[in-house]
C-alpha cells in the first residue's frame, strides 16, 4: 500500500529524513518510535504534503500512484489520512460543515456523489459514538475549546467519517488520560484494523501499542529506521531504552 | 443649506477615501435615525453592485434605548458607509461590519460613536477582507464625554489581506473626558493561518474551499446574533465567492 524509497527531506534548508525506506501493506499496523528530534513528526508532515517539508530525494508510492506528485487534498482523496499530533482550532468553521464539504470534496474527486445532509449526520452519530463523543461537540467550531483529549478523539472521528486507506498517526496518545487512551485505541481499532486498510502510528511510548497492537515496530533515528522488529521490539524499548536498542 | 465643500484627504475622516469616485455622489444626504427612550430600533444595510456608492448615517439613542447595525460594504466599486452614534444614558449599541474587496477598489467604514451619558455600551465588531490591490478602512473614533461615567465601549477590528499587495487601514481611537469608564480595542491585520489551511486541505478540502470556508467564518463574526444573519452572511459568501 505505501513503499517509501530512501526518503529524504529538509525543513528550512535542514536535512530531517536521510534516507527512510519503509513498506506497509494492507492489513497491517507499524509502529513507528523514536527519540526526539528522530525526525518523527517530519516523516508525517512530508507524507502529508506540508508546506514547507520539502523532499529532496527518494520516492514514495502510495496505492501505486506517485504521493509526492498529489497536493494534499489529493492524498486526503486517494485514500491518506494524518491524524495531528497538535490538532489546529479553526474558529467559526463546525466541525459538521468542514467535515461534510471535506468528505464529499474527497467523494467528488474519487467520483462517488456527495452525501446529503442526513446520510451525513447519520454517519457521522455513528463514528462519534465508536469514539464516546457528544454530537454537540460536532457542532461546535473545529477543536476550538476542545481539552487536549478531546481534539484527539475528535481527529479520531475524523478518520472515521473519512473511512482513509492508511492512517498515519502523529502521536495520537499525547495528550491523552488512561480513559481517553484506551477509547482512542479501540476507536483506531474498529475504523482501521480491516484487511484492506493500514496503519503508522508514530509514538514515543509503548502504551499505546497495548490498545491498538502493531504488526511492525521501527526505531526511527538520525532520520533513517535504524532497527525493525515485531512487537517484542516496543517492549525492549520501553525497558533498555532508545540508545541501548538502536546502538 | 449651504453645500459643503468636497473634503480632501487633509480631513481626517476622508483621508483614505477615493475622492474622484466621492465628487461624484457629493453632498451626501445622510439618513438619520431617532430611537426613542426604551424602544429598540436594527438596520442592516447592505451595499453591493457596480456603482460606486457613499452613505451616511446619524443614530441618536435616547435613554436606555438599543440599536443594532449591521453593514455589509461589499459593492465592487467604491463604497463608504459612515455611521454617528449619540448614546444617550444607559443606551446600548452594536454595531457589526464586514468590508469585502478587490481590484483597485476603495471601500471605507467610518464610524463615530458618542457616549453623550453615563452607563452607555457600545460594541464594534468590523472584519475586512480584501484582495489584489483593493484598500479598505476602517476609522472608529468613540467619544466619551465629560460625565458619561460607566461607559462600556469595545472595539474589534481586523482585516485578512488574501493577497499581500492589498492595503488595510485601521484606525480606532479613543477620545476620553471622564472617569470610571471602560473602553477596549482589538486590532489586527493579518493573513490566513497557513496551518489552518493545511488542516483543512489534509482532510480532502481543495485550497480555494479551504481558503472560501475561513474566510467564511472570518467574516460572520460581524453578522452573528443579527435579525437577519442568515440574509447577511449568504450575501457576504456570495461576494467572497466574486472575490476568489
Known amino acids: 500500500m505505501l513503499n517509501i524509497e530512501n526518503l529524504q527531506a529538509t525543513v528550512a534548508d535542514k536535512p530531517i529524513l536521510k534516507g527512510l525506506s519503509l513498506t506497509v501493506n494492507a492489513g497491517e499496523v507499524h509502529a513507528i518510535m523514536g527519540p526526539n528530534g ?147 485505541g479501540e476507536g483506531i481499532n474498529a475504523i482501521m484494523r480491516k484487511p484492506d486498510r493500514a496503519v503508522l502510528l508514530i509514538t514515543h511510548y509503548q502504551r499505546l501499542l497495548d490498545y491498538v497492537k502493531p504488526d511492525f515496530v521501527h526505531v526511527l533515528a538520525g532520520g533513517r529506521i535504524v532497527k525493525s522488529g515485531g512487537p517484542e521490539l516496543a517492549l525492549q524499548l520501553e525497558e533498555q531504552g532508545y540508545e541501548a536498542v538502536a546502538a | 443649506m449651504s453645500v459643503i465643500d ?96 478587490g481590484g483597485d477598489q476603495v471601500l471605507e467604514i467610518v464610524t463615530e460613536v458618542v457616549h453623550a451619558e453615563p452607563d452607555a455600551v457600545s460594541r464594534q465588531v468590523i472584519r475586512s477582507v480584501l484582495t489584489g490591490h483593493a484598500t479598505g478602512t476602517y476609522l472608529g473614533k468613540v467619544r466619551v464625554d465629560r460625565g458619561a461615567v460607566g461607559t462600556d465601549g469595545e472595539q474589534s477590528v481586523r482585516a485578512m489581506l488574501v493577497d499581500r499587495t492589498a492595503t488595510a487601514n485601521a484606525r480606532p481611537e479613543l477620545e476620553i473626558y471622564a472617569d470610571d469608564v471602560k473602553c477596549a480595542h482589538g486590532c489586527a491585520v493579518g493573513e490566513l493561518d497557513a496551518m489552518g489551511l493545511f488542516y483543512l486541505q489534509s482532510r480532502g478540502l481543495p485550497p480555494a474551499e479551504a481558503k472560501k470556508l475561513m474566510l467564511q467564518a472570518f467574516i460572520a463574526e460581524a453578522f452573528i446574533g443579527a435579525g437577519e444573519e442568515e440574509t447577511l452572511t449568504a450575501a457576504a459568501l456570495a461576494a467572497l465567492e466574486g472575490l476568489l
Open chain 1, 38 to 184: 528522530a525526525g518523527k513528526s517530519t516523516l508525517g508532515y512530508t507524507l502529508g504534503g506540508r508546506p514547507g517539508y520539502e523532499v529532496t530525494g527518494g520516492s514514495v508510492s502510495f496505492d501505486g500512484a506517485d504521493l509526492l506528485a498529489l497536493d494534499p487534498h489529493e492524498r486526503a482523496a486517494a485514500g491518506l489520512f494524518l491524524g495531528f499530533q497538535y490538532p489546529v482550532e479553526i474558529p467559526g468553521v463546525s466541525n459538521v460543515q468542514f467535515l461534510r464539504e471535506a468528505l464529499n470534496a474527497q467523494r467528488t474527486a474519487r467520483g462517488e456523489a456527495p452525501l446529503s445532509g442526513g446520510e451525513f449526520l447519520k454517519l457521522a452519530r455513528e463514528k462519534a459514538g465508536l469514539l464516546r463523543m457528544d454530537m454537540d461537540m460536532l457542532k461546535r467550531p473545529v477543536n476550538v475549546g476542545f481539552s487536549g483529549g478531546e481534539k484527539k478523539r475528535a481527529e479520531m472521528v475524523q478518520m472515521g467519517i473519512l473511512d482513509p486507506k492508511l492512517a498515519i498517526l502523529d502521536e495520537t496518545d499525547s495528550g491523552l488520560d488512561i480513559d481517553a487512551l484506551r477509547i482512542c
Open chain 2, 6 to 101: 468636497l473634503p480632501t484627504h487633509a480631513d481626517e475622516a476622508y483621508r483614505y477615501a477615493d475622492l474622484a469616485a466621492l465628487a461624484g455622489l457629493w453632498p451626501l444626504q445622510p439618513q438619520v435615525i431617532h430611537v426613542a427612550a426604551g424602544e429598540q430600533g436594527a438596520l442592516s444595510i447592505v451595499a453591493e453592485g457596480d456603482a460606486a456608492q457613499a452613505r451616511e448615517i446619524e443614530i441618536v439613542l435616547g435613554a436606555d434605548a438599543a440599536f443594532d447595525l449591521r453593514l455589509l460594504n461589499a459593492g465592487r466599486a467604491y463604497g463608504r458607509l459612515a455611521v454617528k452614534v449619540t448614546l444617550g444614558r444607559g443606551a446600548r449599541f452594536h454595531l457589526g461590519a464586514a468590508q469585502l474587496g
